[in-house]
Structures are given as structure tokens and as C-alpha cells.
């Protein structure tokens, strides 16, 4: 079955950095368009960044452009995201997650496959 292990997050001060890694098994990861998703409390998901199965092209939201890159490794089977400049408002579980394409969604009903998540706070 599919298998999506996050890792990377952690608590960072405003202005630091983390990189998120999803390590994927069980599918034919170099086939498919990869995403991370994010959770806030008491707020809803949202879609990120996705990338495309060759790793382009890309999609950011406006909120993290400029800020956040993603990028994958077809050979290890691993998809990550880069997250600089970190704001208080970045602060939510982080999700991988699986694309039922192979062109970088937009949304996030396009995506079928989760991880577990992983926490990222961001201190002020």
C-alpha cells in the first residue's frame, strides 16, 4: 500500500528555516505530481505547493512564494520542501501527499494519498 513518512519539522524562531522530507513507497512515485499540504489550528487545509512528476512545473501559494520551494528525487523516491523566512503564520502540520496526476494540482481534491503529518511552529 502507499506509504508517505514525513519528516524535518520542528519549532524554528521567525526568520529560520526547516526542510521538509517525505520519504514515498508503495507507488509509482516518478509517475505522479506531489504536494504538501498544511493544517493550522482551527483552521482549514490548504494546498502549499505542488510539483510536477519530472519536477516541473511547480505550484505555490501566494502566501509562501518566493519563500518556499519544493523539489523531489525520482531516484529516492522522496519529494521536499524548503521553507525559509519563516513567519508565526507558516506555524501547522505539514502533509505529503499524492497527486492522482503527473501535472503539479492545484487543489486539493486532486490529491488522494496522505501522511501523517508533521508539526511545524514558527515562534515570534
Known amino acids: 500500500q502507499v506509504q508517505l513518512v514525513e519528516s524535518g519539522g520542528g519549532l524554528v524562531q521567525a526568520g529560520g528555516s526547516l526542510r521538509l522530507s517525505c520519504a514515498a513507497s508503495?507507488?509509482?512515485?516518478?509517475?505522479?505530481?506531489m504536494g504538501w499540504i498544511r493544517q493550522a489550528p482551527g483552521k482549514e487545509r490548504e494546498l502549499v505547493a505542488g510539483?510536477?512528476?519530472?519536477?516541473?512545473?511547480?505550484y505555490y501559494i501566494d502566501s509562501v512564494k518566493g519563500r518556499f520551494t519544493i523539489s523531489r528525487d525520482n531516484a529516492k523516491n522522496t519529494v521536499y520542501l524548503q521553507m525559509d523566512s519563516l513567519e508565526p503564520e507558516d506555524t501547522a502540520i505539514y502533509y505529503c501527499?499524492?497527486?492522482?496526476?503527473?501535472?503539479?494540482?492545484?487543489?486539493?481534491?486532486?490529491?488522494?494519498?496522505w501522511g501523517q503529518g508533521t508539526q511545524v511552529t514558527v515562534s515570534s
Open positions: 501527499a499524492v497527486s492522482k496526476g503527473i501535472i503539479a494540482a492545484v487543489n486539493l481534491r486532486s490529491y488522494d494519498y
Open positions: 508503495g507507488l509509482a512515485f516518478s509517475n505522479k505530481a
Open positions: 510539483i510536477s512528476w519530472s519536477g516541473g512545473p511547480t
